[in-house]
């Protein structure tokens, strides 16, 4: 099982998941963001064993490889419209694709688009809402468990040790957390994290 924690923004959160075994730390390039970071403190970042992630809404290819680059980063998370053509120029094995499940009329709609997009990437990431991120809210496990899909899917969406027991009933193989294991928007709550590090891997 993969687990992320998303929206970096202070040294201590990273070295604090990375020693936890956390797999995935998010970076979010986008200014709106509450949790945007620049590229250079990203740089300054160096787990031992998590993989830095970007989350990216509106760039384009060029400043995406550009940003991935000069940040140093292992993944690329495109949050925005992106296409199938966009996450195969950028290298399939290290693209997660987000896509949103409320944007989709039935669950088979929605398992479709994600065939397309698989063969583009490496995870798909299924967040709340019909945009954006970071919104606190979580979609409905009882629809994602009669979501059959091949491909990896993450799940992500208001995650946090008060819903995880039920979100693991969805059959996702990774969890992406963020303002469920906050304080404020971009400060991490240790407790929290090991919180549900514990509830998803059952290890103390
Ligand atoms: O977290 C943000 O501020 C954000 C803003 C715009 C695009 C993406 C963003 N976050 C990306 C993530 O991967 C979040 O973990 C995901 O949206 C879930 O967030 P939350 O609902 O707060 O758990």
């Given at each position: 099982?993969?687990?992320?924690?998303?929206?970096?923004?202070?040294?201590?959160?990273?070295?604090?998941?990375?020693?936890?075994?956390?797999?995935?730390?998010?970076?979010?390039?986008?200014?709106?963001?509450?949790?945007?970071?620049?590229?250079?403190?990203?740089?300054?970042?160096?787990?031992?064993?998590?993989?830095k992630?970007?989350?990216?809404?509106?760039?384009?290819?060029?400043?995406?490889?550009?940003?991935?680059?000069?940040?140093?980063?292992?993944?690329?998370q495109?949050?925005?419209?992106?296409?199938?053509?966009q996450?195969?120029?950028?290298?399939?094995?290290?693209?997660?694709k987000?896509?949103?499940?409320?944007?989709?009329?039935?669950?088979?709609?929605?398992?479709?688009?994600?065939?397309?997009?698989?063969?583009?990437?490496?995870?798909?990431?299924?967040?709340?809402?019909?945009?954006?991120?970071?919104?606190?809210?979580?979609?409905?496990?009882?629809?994602?468990?009669?979501?059959?899909?091949?491909?990896?899917?993450?799940?992500?969406?208001?995650?946090?040790?008060?819903?995880?027991?039920?979100?693991?009933?969805?059959?996702?193989?990774?969890?992406?957390?963020?303002?469920?294991?906050?304080?404020?928007?971009?400060?991490?709550?240790?407790?929290?994290?090991?919180?549900?590090?514990?509830?998803?891997?059952?290890?103390?």
């Open positions: 099982m993969i687990i992320k924690v998303c929206g970096m923004t202070r040294a201590e959160d990273v070295e604090f998941c990375d020693a936890l075994g956390i797999d995935l730390l998010g970076f979010i390039f986008y200014p709106e963001s509450p949790r945007n970071v620049a590229q250079d403190w990203v740089a300054a970042q160096k787990p031992g064993r998590a993989l992630t970007g989350v990216f809404v509106r760039q384009g290819v060029e400043e995406i490889r550009a940003i991935a680059t000069g940040a140093g980063l292992d993944l690329l495109l949050h925005g419209g992106h296409t199938v053509e996450c195969l120029a950028l290298g399939p094995e290290r693209v997660i987000t896509m949103w499940p409320e944007r989709y009329p039935t669950v088979e709609r929605l398992a479709s688009d994600m065939l397309l997009f698989a063969p583009a990437c490496r995870a798909i990431l299924l967040d709340s809402g019909k945009s954006g991120g970071g919104h606190g809210r979580s979609l409905l496990p009882k629809d994602l468990q009669r979501l059959q899909c091949p491909h990896p899917w993450y799940l992500a969406g208001g995650l946090g040790p008060h819903n995880l027991t039920v979100m693991k009933t969805t059959g996702a193989a990774g969890f992406d957390l963020n303002s469920g294991v906050e304080s404020a928007p971009g400060i991490k709550d240790h407790e929290k994290i090991r919180h549900a590090l514990q509830l998803l891997r059952g290890k103390p």
